[in-house]
C-alpha cells in the first residue's frame, strides 16, 4: 500500500464526525450569524411585491442587543440564581461524593444511585413536579412552612432548587469517579501519619479532586448561563416570572412570539460570547491561582 493511501485512513474515519460537525454545529452557527447581520426593510405600507426586502445591516442589531435593557436585567436575574445554584449544588456533590468515598459509609450503591436518580429526570417533568409542589392548593409542604414558594421575592430560590435537586447527581458521579481513581495508598500513608478521615479529605482528596471540580464548575456555569427550562416550565404556574426572565427566554420570544429572527439570532451570538468569556474567565482565574501556588 502507499504511503499516501495509509495516511488517508485516519481522514476516512474522521468523516463521519466531520460531517456531523459540518451539519449540526458549523453551518448552524454560521446561518446565525448570517441572520444576525440582516433585517427586513419595509417601504411604504409594506403591501405589494418587494415592498419588504431583507438587507444588509451589519452589527446593528448586535449593537440593539447590546443595548437592550431587558436582556441586561435577564443577565443580572440569572446571575443571582447562579450564585445560589453554583455554591449549593457543587458543595452538596463534593460533599457527597466525600462521604460516599469514605471507607465507613454503608449502602454506598443505594446511595450512589438515589443521589444520581433526580438527574434522570427530564428536565421539564421535574419543573413541573415541583411547580405543582409549589402552588398553594396542591403543596404539602406549605402546611409545614407557610410560604408563598411562587411569589416575587422567593421564585429564584423555588428555580434554584430545582436546578439543584437535578443537577447534585451528575457532579456528585464526576467527583466520586475522580476519588476512585486516587491511589488508596495516599489515604494509608496520611493515616500512618496519624491524619484524621476529616484531615484526609481536607488535605489529600480535595487537592487531588482540584481538576475535576474545574470541569463540573465550568459544566455548571454554561448550564446556568443557558437556564431556561425551568422558567418556562413554571412561568404557566404564576405572574411573578417575565417573558424575558432569562436571555435565552428573550430569544425564544423574540424568534418564535414576535417574529424577529434577526434579533434573536443577534442576542443569541451575544450570549454565547458572553458564556466564552466567563468560562474562559473563570479557568484563566484558577490556571493563574495554581501557577502562583506552585
Known amino acids: 500500500m502507499k504511503r499516501s493511501a495509509r495516511g488517508a485512513w485516519p481522514y476516512l474515519f474522521l468523516t463521519p464526525a ?8 458549523a453551518v448552524p452557527i454560521a446561518y ?16 405589494g411585491k418587494g415592498a419588504r426586502r431583507e438587507v444588509f445591516v451589519g452589527f446593528d442589531n448586535f449593537a440593539a442587543a447590546l443595548a437592550d435593557a431587558e436582556l441586561w436585567q435577564g443577565w443580572l436575574r440569572v446571575l443571582g440564581y447562579g450564585a ?15 462521604l460516599l468515598d469514605s471507607a465507613r459509609v454503608r449502602l454506598a450503591r443505594f446511595s450512589r444511585i438515589a443521589i444520581f436518580l433526580p438527574y434522570a429526570v427530564p428536565g421539564v417533568a421535574a419543573t413541573l413536579l415541583w411547580g405543582f409542589l409549589y402552588l398553594p392548593s396542591l403543596s404539602p409542604i406549605r402546611a409545614v412552612l407557610d410560604v ?36 488508596r495508598d495516599l489515604y494509608e500513608a496520611a493515616r500512618l501519619d496519624g491524619a484524621s478521615e476529616v484531615q484526609i479529605a481536607l488535605r489529600v ?24 427550562t425551568e422558567p418556562t416550565a413554571l412561568r404557566p404556574l404564576t405572574n411573578t416570572i417575565s417573558s424575558t426572565w ?41 490556571r493563574d491561582r495554581a501557577f502562583r501556588e506552585g
Open 32 to 47: 446565525t450569524v448570517y441572520l444576525a447581520m440582516r433585517r427586513t426593510r419595509v417601504s411604504g405600507l409594506g403591501l
Open 148 to 183: 408563598d414558594y411562587l411569589g416575587a421575592t422567593t421564585v429564584t430560590y423555588s428555580m434554584a432548587n430545582v436546578a439543584v435537586w437535578g443537577g447534585v447527581g451528575f457532579n456528585m458521579l464526576v467527583l466520586y469517579t475522580a476519588l476512585r481513581a486516587i491511589p
Open 246 to 286: 432569562s436571555p435565552l427566554m428573550k430569544v425564544y420570544r423574540d424568534a418564535f412570539v414576535t417574529g424577529d429572527l434577526y434579533s434573536a439570532a443577534a442576542t443569541s451570538i451575544v450570549i454565547a460570547a458572553i458564556s466564552l468569556v466567563l468560562s474562559f474567565g473563570f479557568l484563566r482565574v484558577v
Open 84 to 98: 445560589l445554584v453554583l455554591g449549593v449544588m457543587l458543595g452538596l456533590a463534593l460533599l457527597f461524593a466525600l
Open 205 to 228: 482528596k480535595i487537592p487531588m479532586l482540584t481538576p475535576a471540580i474545574v470541569l463540573t464548575t465550568v459544566f455548571s456555569i454554561i448550564a446556568t448561563i443557558q437556564v431556561f
Open 18 to 25: 466531520i460531517v456531523l460537525f459540518t451539519l449540526f454545529l
